[in-house]
């Protein structure tokens, strides 16, 4: 596990505290429609941090291909139809350029600043000249709103329960998920970044923002900046 992160329930729990059992029940919801309206049609998608392909499968059938990289094996083994890459995000150096690079899942809020870096060095370093990089923010209350839950149409609820500040401007975030049949938790360790802070961050990486994608700003467009 990496300093900071856990994760409870059945199946196996990556690095990072996920839950495979669990992501492999999460519904998708409007993202791969947020991702189709900003791109070229068939584009060709570095998506990082792509888990048990929860997006990777409505893009693959919206008509996009695919490479999809993930640390944990155990995620990447529910991947179907995309070529795949074992290995973490922050250190990827696939030597290729692609159309669009995509880093979702708020991962661009981790809390080791130097992990952040890495992982927009990765997008960076594998968007072609003329291409993009899309990433997922958190909302503006992320961190403030709590506890809230929300239930799911397909019957589960997930609940956020609390965001405690562990020093440096970073909190840890304890997550609930509970279905019928089982419970999952997820703790994990998340840095709350401003507008301007997270455009600073795009900018140490030699990117900025194209467009932002959402009303909430929780989807956003970056392109590469000389």
């Not at 609930?176 to 840095?191: G, H, I, K, S």
């Not at 030699?206 to 590469?224: H, I, M, N, Q, S």
Request: glycine share 12%; with cysteine.
């Amino acid at each position: 596990m990496r300093e900071g992160y856990e994760g409870t329930g059945p199946g196996a729990i990556t690095p990072d505290g996920c839950a495979v059992e669990l992501y492999a029940r999460l519904p998708v919801r409007d993202e791969p429609d947020i991702i189709a309206a900003a791109v070229p049609a068939g584009a060709h998608i570095l998506e990082l941090g792509c888990g048990v392909g929860r997006m990777t499968h409505p893009l693959l059938e919206r008509g996009f291909t695919v490479t999809a990289v993930d640390e944990s094996p155990q995620m990447l083994e529910r991947v179907r139809g995309a070529r795949t890459v074992c290995g973490p995000v922050e250190g990827l150096d696939l030597g290729e350029t692609f159309d669009v690079v995509m880093l979702a899942s708020f991962l661009v809020h981790a809390g080791d600043i130097e992990v952040r870096r890495g992982l927009l060095r990765a997008c960076a370093r594998h968007v072609g000249e003329s291409g993009c990089v899309l990433i997922q923010r958190e909302g503006a209350d992320y961190h403030t709103d709590l506890p809230r839950e929300r239930v799911d149409p397909s019957g589960f609820t997930v609940r956020m329960v609390s965001a405690e500040p562990v020093g440096d401007g970073v909190n840890s975030v304890r997550a609930e998920y509970e279905f019928p049949d089982a419970v999952w938790t997820q703790t994990f360790l998340a840095r709350p970044l401003t507008k301007k802070q997270f455009e600073e961050a795009l900018g140490e990486a030699g990117l900025a923002v194209d467009k932002y994608l959402t009303e909430d700003g929780t989807w956003v467009r970056a392109v590469r900046v000389e």
